[in-house]
């Protein structure tokens, strides 16, 4: 991971209590509407607006993988698979800025994907 940006961002994109809440990957297949399902972790970059809702997740390697809805432009997002390791690495002027942060005022777990979308288009 980028230590230069977790050190300007001043807070891990994923610390240890998320990784251990985060649902397993594969396990919200057939259970219902994905709006339905709730949100593990929330980043966003407050530059451009983008943002990513990790729904399950797992470690692969040095790094972690996560399903989840991506919206790098409003109303043009899709479900798909992130990593971690794009999340962190992902920064601007010439690499002393992080483009991308937890949102650290959402609670794990606690409002579904639905919720976030409407909240975003309203």
């Known amino acids: 991971m980028n230590e230069h940006n977790e050190r300007t961002r001043g807070h891990k994109l994923l610390p240890a209590d998320l990784i251990a809440a985060m649902p397993a990957m594969g396990s919200g297949d ?3 509407p994905t709006e339905d399902r709730l949100v ?4 966003f ?3 451009s607006g ?6 399950e997740g797992q470690v692969v390697g040095d790094d ?24 962190a690495g992902a920064s601007g002027m010439g690499g002393m ?3 991308v942060e937890r949102d650290c005022y959402v609670g794990t777990l ?5 919720q976030f979308r409407k909240e975003r288009a309203a």
Do not use: D, I, N
């Open 64 to 87: 972690y993988e996560f399903f989840g809805w991506a919206e790098l432009l409003p109303g043009c997002g899709e479900l798909g698979y992130f990593m971690l390791s794009e999340l």
């Open 45 to 47: 970059s407050p530059y």
């Open 97 to 99: 800025l992080p483009l």
């Open 50 to 55: 983008a943002v990513w809702y990790a729904l």
């Open 40 to 43: 593990g972790v929330k980043y």
């Open 30 to 32: 057939g259970t219902g």
């Open 110 to 114: 606690t409002r579904t994907l639905g």
